[in-house]
């Protein structure tokens, strides 16, 4: 098939066919790069470089998974962690989006929690895991009280720096235009920091699944991250690789429905969210 | 750059100097402004938020049926008296030592990787699909797998923290490099720069204040690995000074512990923060 070819001051470009998009240097470059993780793996395992001799090959996981994937236990486990992280997750995006933004908006509320805020932020979520274990009378809740700390700093101070960042002449204007407090609030601090808090619920997104593996870990009776602890107990070492990449599946996941959907609600700064999520989320 | 800035608003009345920022100089004697910070109704407010929070923990602790296990404030605080003081240090010490050497491990190994993706076309297709394939898997998940690879407990730890540092710091290195003003390398390339020289002097500065940004979310996120691997390794450490005293019922400690793991991992960032300060002092001319 001759490429289409067109003619841009003199100098002829070849636009490129359907065929020579898939199939390029670019594409080959990236499927090598996957393809020799899983040979460097598979490598390792085989010829017992140090200790990796320990560790299951691709094809163990692989026959493991797709076995696993067939029993009932394993959608019990996925049903387990997902009502976990999103239940603890959402919960701190119900409280922490309503107290971030009055944060960020008034300057007497701020005096009286943005300090207490800052004080308990640097203490890692997994260091209340005898907290929650201590007060919370089931287990259920106790995991899920580890992901809603780990959700609720990053989804806090993101809707903070999303009201800090506005600009603040609309504020003036909207004044100017004897709109009242409720009407500001609404109208200006809410959109205008929806960018932010989409970056802060993702990357809440992100810690709440990390957190629930280490609680489940711990304490639980089902769930990913106890399957993964309950494998190497038991010896049965490519359950754990497998469970791992469900956990990473399901976590990219999430957090890619909380991109997508904000992306839906905020469609005026979709540029902004993609630069935001380029320079922050990206961990 | 300062005093370029300072000469072009000499010579030119239409450039204004962006930097020059005219206070009204009042002399105070240096109590007086003391008093007047104290005094201020935003700090009185400030402090009474702590005060509130106390409150509360109190209230709650007291009258809530399920919250009578967790210790009211004022144990807590008569706990840190009670801390044999060499002990509580060496599990610190220990706990530190994993954080940083994961810590700067993960930036040795993870920094010129992120370089390499950024600078380099061809081993960013080479490199980066693999890291993204592996990127997802949380960090603590592969708890377990270092448990059975790495002999040493220590190495296992270690392991997980630079783990944890390690992705921060190549994506924030890769996502610095190319977020720079393609300007300033064609400018540099214009006066004739060396390769090295586009890199060091250019492109890597250029990119500090996000690779710095990405060092501050790797040093959390070591520390809350250190405290999980901590909790489950059970060899000393703060994690596991936690994970103890909750075993044996030992409520304030818990709370003790848990404070000194905020006030170090926050010592910890604003370390990163002032480092990364000194090495973009560019940045205040903007």
Known sequence: ?283 | MATNAQTMTDTSDTLVSQTAVWKPVVKRSSWEQLKRKIFALATVRRISSVLIFLALWTVVVRFIPNFHQIPPPEQVFLAIFKIKVSVFFFEIFRSLYRVLSGFFLGILIGFPIGVAIGYSRILNYLLFPAVEMVRPIPPIAWIPLSVLFFVNIESQIIFLTFYGAFFPTVYNTVGGISGVDIRLPRAGMSFGVSKAQLLFRIILPAASPQIFAGLKIAIGITWLMVVAAEMIASKGGLGYLIWYNHTVMNYPFVFVGMGTIGVIGALCSVGVDRVGKRFTKWLDIF
């Open chain 1, 1 to 283: 098939m001759a490429p289409e070819q067109y003619d841009v001051s003199g100098v002829i470009i070849e636009k490129p066919s359907a065929a020579s998009k898939v199939f390029n240097a670019k594409n080959l470059l990236k499927v090598i790069s996957i393809v020799s993780l899983f040979v460097l793996w598979a490598l390792l395992v085989r010829f017992n470089v140090y200790r990796f001799g320990l560790l299951p090959t691709p094809a163990d996981v692989l026959t493991w998974g797709i076995e696993w994937v067939q029993g009932k236990l394993f959608w019990i486990d996925v049903a387990y962690t997902f009502a976990r992280v999103w239940g603890g997750v959402l919960t701190a995006c119900l409280i922490a989006i309503p107290m971030g933004l009055m944060i960020g908006w008034n300057k007497v509320f701020s005096d009286f929690t943005f300090p207490m805020v800052e004080i308990l932020r640097p203490i890692p979520g997994i260091a209340y895991i005898p907290v929650a274990i201590m007060f919370l009378p089931w287990e259920e809740a106790s995991t899920a009280f580890i992901c809603f700390i780990g959700a609720f700093f990053p989804i806090i101070v993101n809707t903070i720096t999303g009201v800090k960042t506005i600009d603040r002449s609309y504020f003036r204007a909207a004044l100017c235009l004897g709109s009242n407090p409720r009407q500001i609030f609404w109208h200006i601090v809410v959109p205008g920091a929806l960018p932010y808090i989409s970056t802060g619920m993702a990357l809440g997104m992100g810690i709440g699944w990390m957190a629930s593996v280490a609680g489940e870990m711990i304490s639980g009776k089902y769930g990913l991250g106890y399957r993964i602890w309950e494998s190497y107990t038991l010896i049965r070492y490519p359950l754990i690789v497998v469970g791992m990449i469900c956990i990473g599946f399901l976590g990219l996941a999430s957090s890619a429905a909380i991109r997508y959907a904000t992306k839906r609600v905020v469609p005026w700064r979709k540029a902004i969210t993609e630069s935001l999520d380029e320079s922050i989320t990206k961990r």
